[in-house]
């Protein structure tokens, strides 16, 4: 019996996003084997990749050594009044992790395929009955294990060197609220890819979008130094709340800039970006499809 074109858009939607659930296992696969391409591609250039496992503590320093100059010292009085605590090298450590895994989404997921481009293996990811999504979805699990290594390594360095203060009690809800924005920050990072589908320059779409959720996320200032409509802009994105709630479980008679429910916040966000991002990855795939451009380099 002749397939209407109905049943053809629908298996034409399930290969794009991944939403083939009788076929779960074999997408499953699919991501980890996408995972582990990844690794190989890493561990065939080893000085690269310490570079890239030592490169968080490098970027890292300015902040601190900056932070340290300009209050002449490590606390700062100022910084007690806006937020509850002057410990500066607490503050921006406890932001500066979010930097790496800002990069995730929106280098790391947002630049697979057009990796796979650069590297002439786009066409044969197409003609498979894997979704799309797997591959992003595969440089995403990734991207956060290997930056999950080099916050560790940060970690072992500020408390070697300069001592850090948590708050140890505090580490497993601040855990629950980082696995929430990491969920958001994947649906953002889907978001990034299908526009480099259709954009071609990929790495504009990552550093334009990687310098507004830079401004927009409380590193190393609190949040409430921006103007109010930045503050506003802020709670579309993850890391800002994800931030504030992290430091409220974490860092002792840290005040929060922003009352409200963070955990509700977060699962909002996530739910909103996942499925954003998976329309969107949708229509830029069949738009990409439609003109043949993914011959197009």
């Given at each position: 019996?002749?397939?209407?074109?109905?049943?053809?858009?629908?298996?034409?939607?399930?290969?794009?996003?991944?939403?083939?659930?009788?076929?779960?296992?074999?997408?499953l696969r699919a991501i980890w084997e996408s995972n582990i391409k990844a690794w190989k591609l890493?561990?065939?250039?080893?000085?690269?990749?310490?570079?890239?496992?030592?490169?968080?503590?490098?970027?890292?320093?300015?902040?601190?050594?900056?932070?340290?100059?300009?209050?002449?010292?490590?606390?700062?009085?100022?910084?007690?009044?806006?937020?509850?605590?002057?410990?500066?090298?607490?503050?921006?450590?406890?932001?500066?992790?979010?930097?790496?895994?800002?990069?995730?989404?929106?280098?790391?997921?947002?630049?697979?395929?057009?990796r796979e481009q650069w590297f002439g293996t786009l066409e044969a990811i197409y003609v498979t009955?894997?979704?799309?999504?797997?591959?992003?979805?595969?440089?995403?699990?990734?991207?956060?294990?290997?930056?999950?290594?080099?916050?560790?390594?940060?970690?072992?360095?500020?408390?070697?060197?300069?001592?850090?203060?948590?708050?140890?009690?505090?580490?497993?809800?601040?855990?629950?609220?980082?696995?929430?924005?990491?969920?958001?920050?994947?649906?953002?990072?889907?978001?990034?890819?299908?526009?480099?589908?259709?954009?071609?320059?990929?790495?504009?779409?990552?550093?334009?979008?990687?310098?507004?959720?830079?401004?927009?996320?409380?590193?190393?200032?609190?949040?409430?130094?921006?103007?109010?409509?930045?503050?506003?802009?802020?709670?579309?994105?993850?890391?800002?709340?994800?931030?504030?709630?992290?430091?409220?479980?974490?860092?002792?008679?840290?005040?929060?800039?922003?009352?409200?429910?963070?955990?509700?916040?977060?699962?909002?966000?996530?739910a909103v970006w996942i499925l954003f991002g998976v329309f969107v990855f949708h229509l830029a795939?069949?738009?990409?499809?439609?003109?043949?451009?993914?011959?197009?380099?």
């Amino acid at each position: 019996m002749k397939k209407s074109n109905k049943d053809y858009r629908l298996r034409e939607v399930k290969c794009a996003t991944g939403f083939n659930w009788s076929n779960l296992k074999a997408e499953l696969r699919a991501i980890w084997e996408s995972n582990i391409k990844a690794w190989k591609l890493d561990f065939a250039y080893p000085v690269s990749f310490v570079r890239q496992l030592i490169s968080p503590v490098v970027f890292m320093l300015p902040f601190l050594l900056y932070g340290l100059a300009l209050i002449g010292g490590r606390y700062s009085e100022n910084l007690a009044q806006l937020v509850g605590t002057g410990d500066v090298v607490a503050f921006i450590f406890t932001g500066y992790i979010m930097m790496g895994f800002i990069g995730t989404a929106v280098w790391a997921m947002g630049f697979s395929m057009r990796r796979e481009q650069w590297f002439g293996t786009l066409e044969a990811i197409y003609v498979t009955p894997a979704s799309r999504l797997g591959q992003i979805l595969g440089m995403a699990l990734h991207s956060t294990v290997h930056q999950g290594i080099g916050t560790i390594i940060q970690f072992i360095f500020i408390y070697v060197t300069f001592g850090l203060v948590l708050n140890i009690g505090g580490i497993l809800p601040a855990l629950g609220i980082f696995a929430l924005m990491l969920f958001a920050l994947y649906g953002f990072g889907i978001v990034i890819s299908a526009l480099s589908l259709i954009l071609k320059e990929g790495w504009i779409v990552s550093d334009i979008f990687y310098s507004i959720m830079t401004i927009l996320s409380p590193v190393a200032y609190p949040l409430i130094v921006l103007p109010t409509l930045a503050q506003q802009a802020s709670a579309i994105f993850p890391t800002a709340p994800a931030l504030i709630g992290m430091r409220s479980f974490l860092i002792e008679d840290y005040i929060p800039e922003v009352v409200g429910n963070v955990f509700l916040h977060l699962l909002v966000l996530g739910a909103v970006w996942i499925l954003f991002g998976v329309f969107v990855f949708h229509l830029a795939d069949r738009y990409v499809r439609k003109r043949g451009m993914l011959k197009k380099f």
